[in-house]
């Protein structure tokens, strides 16, 4: 059974791409703001996954303007070196249970950050809330309930905004945006409410989600249907923590059921992934996982089970009316994406979290987009995790987003 447990763990973290004061969730759009830099964690992404492959890499702090403290990574030049002036800034947003070390796991000649830097860019990792680099706070302690109060639609309103204002700010130039999974999640929505377009050159959409009720994911999809993070939520547990005690006990209860194949727990949760090494998985264990709100898990289920993309639901008419000033959640509505924002698009025919159909929904909603800001990309044999950790990525994805930003820059 602990084989069983851990098996459920590494799948899980590895191919989901998955307290508010008095600001109110319809006001979110103006509460957004960055810190200067500070010192960062000497023990952070840098030193661990940067400088040891012969990169130059700076941390930064960014702070939101709901106080949570964001540790960034930037590698301004190639191995080569060079100089730093006239490169674009590119800014690259894992998902989720993830966190900037997505981008650096393969070798360097194929991991994207590094192939970034080496192609003329001013590479920037983000860390999401609640990761281990970003676990601080001007008030809040972690441990608390307060610390974990928040879904993606804080992502959407506060990290992201403050992240991408910050490289702008910092860079003086507009910049590329790289999201996979969650990351294209709450760049969509972002796009779709805020004015973070005027900021971009472009952005680029691994394995893209947004609407999710198709997913073929037999263990997300029952994680979703049997409440699973509300059960958790409704236990007081409030950080989802794919290590902790309870939330092992509840996936080990989620393997016993009909129609979850323990034994091929990979294929099962992200379908079959054509391009993903043993050995990549072994050093990503080295670093994660990675813990979110409990909140940002059910947020995702009620988006499964409801097969909209709207904020998050308190299923309850005078909570909802209390945040939101209606009795059901706002819709993001992706049609409002401007049409000339230049976007790259890659799914994969076997990502069994992305799903086609789902995709193709996105792809339809955005049929008013400028023909020529608009390129898809569709891989037969690509399932979620080969995205961020396929060993031909490098040609098949990489090399024609690398072209796509040139083309925008």
Known sequence: MAETSLAIIIVIILFSGLSLGETTRTELVSAITTSAMEIAPRDGVCSSMVKTQGYPCEEHLVTTRDGYVLNMQRIPVGQSGGSMRNRPPVLLQHGLFMDAITWLLLPPS???????????????????????????????????????????????????????????????????????????????????????????????????????????????????????????????????????????????????????????????????NCCVNRSIVNIFLEHEPQSTATKNTIHLSQMIRQGTIAMYDYENKVENIKHYGQPLPPVYDISRIPN?????????GADALSDVKDVRRLLEILDGHHQDKLVVQYRDDYAHADYVMGHNAKQDIYDPLMSFFKMTS
């Open 110 to 272: 194929r991991s994207l950050a590094f192939l970034l830097a080496d192609n003329g860019f001013d590479v920037w990792l983000s860390n999401t809330r609640g990761t281990k680099y970003s676990r601080q706070h001007t008030s809040l302690a972690t441990n608390g309930s307060g610390y974990w109060d928040w879904s993606w639609d804080e992502l959407v309103a506060y990290d992201l905004p403050a992240t991408i204002q910050y490289v702008r700010h910092l860079t003086r130039q507009k910049l590329h945006y790289i999201g996979h999974s969650q990351g294209t999640l709450i760049a969509l929505a972002a796009f779709s409410k805020f004015k973070l377009s005027n900021m971009l050159r472009s952005a680029a959409l691994l394995s893209p989600i947004a609407y999710v009720n198709q997913m073929t994911s037999p263990l997300a999809r029952n994680a979703a249907e049997n409440f699973i993070a509300e059960s958790l939520y409704k236990l007081g547990v409030f950080e989802f923590n794919l290590r902790g005690d309870a939330v092992i006990k509840f996936l080990e209860d989620l393997c016993k059921k009909p129609g979850i194949d323990c034994t091929n727990l990979l294929t099962s949760f992200t379908g079959p």
């Open 340 to 348: 000339d924002l230049p976007l790259f698009i890659s799914y994969g």
